[in-house]
Structure formats: C-alpha cells, structure tokens
C-alpha cells in the first residue's frame, strides 16, 4: 500500500479524494479495484457505469458504511479509513445521503423524517422548526409538513428525502440512483432540485443509470465498469 507521504502534493480542499482504493468482498474479484478521483468543494459529479460496476460501493466507502480493502479515502479533510466509531459519527453528520427508495418512516409525518436527524443532534425545538421549514421550502414541500409519506407520491417522497439529507447543510450530497424510481419528467424535477442545491454551494455526488438525464446536465462524470474508473 502506498503512503499519503509519497503521492505528489495536491491542495488540501477538495471535499472527497481517493488514492489507490480497492475494495474486494469476501472470496470475489475485486468490487473497486485501484480507483483515484478528487471531487472539489461545488462541484456535482454524475457516478454512472452498467450494474455491479461499483457505484454503490464507491459511495458506501465514502460515508463509511464500508470499509476501503486498501488505499486511501479523505473526505472533509479527514482519513475515513483510519476513522474510530465515534469519527464516523461526525462524518456522517456532514454527508446528506439520499436512496433510490426514498428510506422514509411510514410512521411520522414528513416534518418528523426530516427533524429527526436534528432531534438525534439534540437541538433545539425552534432551530428544528426553522431548519424542518427551510428544508421543506427548498424542496417545494411545506405545505406538506403534516402528511405521512404514504399520501406522497414518489416524486414528493424523493423531495423529502432530499430535504432530510440537507436539514443539516451537509458538506456533501451522495444520492444513489435517486430517480430510479421516478418517471422521466418526475425524475428532471427531482434531478433540478438536485442542481438548485449544488448551486447553492453543496458538492453533490450522484451515482445514476439515466444517461439521458446526465448527458443533458452537462456535468463531470466520472465512468465505472468492473470496479474501474474508465476514460473516454
Ligand atoms: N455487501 C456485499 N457483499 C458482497 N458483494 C457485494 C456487496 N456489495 C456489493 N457487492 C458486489 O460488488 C460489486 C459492485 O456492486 P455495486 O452494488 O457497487 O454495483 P452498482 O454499480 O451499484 O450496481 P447497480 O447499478 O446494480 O446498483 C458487485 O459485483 C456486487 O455483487
Ligand atoms: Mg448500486
């Protein structure tokens, strides 16, 4: 494995790097095999490759839900890899994590799925209010706050998704597959509030199929086939 210390020096402030990544599951080929990119503060960076190709995975290390087999992952400033159970906690407070299939509970309203991450934080009831309000406004869906997301439909589902992953002005965005579910025209609305919040400063990380939707959004996109970043 190589060190930090040898690699050539690169300005500190890019939001996620990645030197060197593999990531193998137990008894199969390599899932990510020697994968290095950089994304900088602001950017919105399209993850696409056929299925199986490592997307998910390549996420999953990001927010630490798995663990880099070798290499090295700095998001934030901060080496994950080397990261203690209670590091991954603060990390996972800067990154806002949006699913193909929403991941809402059925059981509170849309203003408690997205207070709830503030409430775990233990802030305050009127910095929840407000931060809950602001969220749901950037997503068009206020007007919404006392629903269950049963009487939501997939695109309104998504957009809360969306505004419980940014309640809590994340750093970085990740969404896999976001629109997955959604119909064409659902899925621009939704990939548009998508670009509203990178506008707005957040660096925003999307792994997606629609090809059609990225070609369209005119961003970088950075190509995977069997765990391997691919160049055009
Ligand atoms: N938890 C796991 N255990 C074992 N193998 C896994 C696990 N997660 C992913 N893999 C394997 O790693 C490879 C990459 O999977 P990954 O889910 O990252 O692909 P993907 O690009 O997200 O695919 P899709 O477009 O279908 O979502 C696949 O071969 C998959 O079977
Ligand atoms: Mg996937």
Redesign the pocket.
């Known amino acids: 494995m190589q060190s930090l210390s040898s690699l050539p020096p690169a300005p500190l402030s890019a939001i996620v790097q990645m030197f060197h990544v593999y990531k193998t599951?137990?008894g199969?080929k390599a899932?990510l095999a020697d994968i290095n990119l950089r994304i900088e503060p602001g950017e919105m960076v399209f993850l696409v490759?056929?299925?199986?190709?490592?997307?998910?995975?390549?996420l999953r290390l990001i927010f630490r839900e798995?663990k880099a087999s070798s290499g090295q992952i700095i998001v934030n400033g901060k080496n994950v890899s080397k990261m203690k159970d209670s590091q991954i906690c603060q990390l996972r407070r800067k990154i806002g994590v949006v699913f193909q299939d929403f991941k809402l509970i059925h059981s509170k309203t849309v203003f408690e799925n997205v207070a709830y991450v503030l409430q775990v934080l233990g802030k305050s009831k009127s910095e929840i209010g407000r931060k809950v309000w602001s969220a749901l406004r950037r997503v068009g869906l206020e007007h919404k706050m006392d629903v269950y997301p049963k009487r939501l439909s997939g695109g309104e589902q998504q957009r809360v998704a969306i505004a419980r992953a940014v309640v809590n002005d994340p750093v970085l965005l990740l969404a896999?597959?976001p629109t997955g579910n959604l119909d064409l025209d659902t899925a621009r609305e939704v990939m548009n509030l998508f670009i509203d919040i990178n506008i707005q400063g957040t660096t925003v990380l999307m792994?997606t199929?629609n090809l059609r939707i990225v070609e369209e959004m005119g961003k970088r996109v950075i190509s995977?086939r069997e765990?391997k970043i691919v160049h055009h």
Do not use: I, M
């Open positions: 599951f137990d199969q899932a490759g056929p299925s199986g190709a490592g997307k998910t995975t390549l798995e896999d597959e792994a199929h995977l765990g």
